[in-house]
């Protein structure tokens, strides 16, 4: 697990239930603003309660994750998914990278709703790269 994501994961362990989704919401402004070039149909996630967007490439062997959502909930997610992602070498990846954020107990803690649209991004991430491998 890279450090910067172990940090958060370790704080989000640390707070109680508001202040966990306030911290959630904080690291929303983390995540890059990729705008409106990847928010297509193409890249819209379906089964998702807010609207989120993933756009997924390989280049130079490296992870390319973009990823956009109309809630600043799920952005903080998408957020410790880049930590993640971005920029590892496909040959490192499996799809236990991102079990460190599934099994987080805030995670886990979800709305019904919630964790029915988290299990499609994480499903369309572990589609969109095994595609690419």
Known sequence: MKENIKI????????DSQEKYLYLVELAQHLPNFGINIKNSKNLIDSCTSKVWLKIEIINQKINFQ???DSLLIRGILYLIYLQLQNLDIKKYNFSILK??????????LTIARKSGLKAIFDKIKDKINLQK
């Open 8 to 15: 958060h994961l370790d704080n989000l362990n640390l707070l």
């Open 67 to 69: 990823a956009e959502s």
């Open 100 to 109: 460190c954020i599934k099994n987080n107990q805030t995670i886990k803690n």
